[in-house]
């Protein structure tokens, strides 16, 4: 079974969303670690509830960087890690960190990629006026919200909507599609050839 690894800053509804999935046992993956930066995050009691080991890195805690993300690599090297699963980690992974996992990070946006990128995606979305918005998994490379997708599940826009009815939609359809995207890529179901992702079970 794989090792996962998940990182997140927040809440920490998709953990518990993955998490679930894994207790249940519709996700066969080992959810080995949660990497959280954020010592007031939701997501770290989430954790404790599910009994899954944490690794709190806080970026202050380092001269640089590159020295915050090599003590994260030293971590998920210890539970020998093979994918990371990012579910809102609000911070931009370093290119020698994205080099040492390349196709093997995967995060979740709560929008139709490539509209929309950045930290209020369904704000900015909603504010748009778009009817048709939704959910991406994608690869992590780079670049911010820009990796090959992996899966995308739409959200339609009601008239009624206000940005809460249409964020609790999103995020229901997050909690739906990330367990199913991570399944694909954790048992290889997949091929990859330039930015496009061919599913070849699920
Ligand atoms: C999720 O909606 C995720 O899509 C978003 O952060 C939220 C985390 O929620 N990520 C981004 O916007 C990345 N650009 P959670 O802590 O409840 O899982």
Do not use: W
Request: charged letters at 30%.
């Amino acid at each position: 079974m794989k090792n996962i690894a998940i990182f997140a800053s927040g809440k920490g509804t998709n953990f518990n969303a993955i998490a679930q999935a894994v207790k249940r046992g519709s996700l066969k993956v080992n959810l080995a670690l949660l990497v959280c930066d954020n010592p007031q995050a939701p997501v770290l009691s989430k954790a404790k509830e599910f009994k899954i080991k944490i690794a709190l890195v806080k970026r202050g805690d380092f001269a640089c960087k590159e020295d915050f993300e090599k003590e994260i690599i030293n971590s998920l090297k210890e539970e020998k890690i093979d994918l990371i699963v990012m579910a809102g980690f609000m911070r931009l992974l370093g290119p020698d960190f994205v080099q040492a996992y390349r196709n093997r990070i995967i995060n979740i946006h709560p929008a139709l990629l490539p509209s929309f990128k950045g930290a209020h995606a369904i704000k900015d979305a909603f504010a748009y006026g778009v009817k048709i918005t939704g959910v991406t998994v994608h690869f992590v490379d780079e670049h911010i919200d820009h990796g090959a997708i992996i899966l995308q599940k739409e959200v339609k826009v009601k008239e009624t909507d206000t940005l809460d009815s249409l964020e609790a939609r999103i995020h229901r359809a997050e909690h739906l599609l990330y367990p199913e995207a991570i399944k694909v890529v954790a048992l290889g179901r997949f091929r990859l050839k330039g930015r496009r992702v061919r599913i070849t079970g699920r």
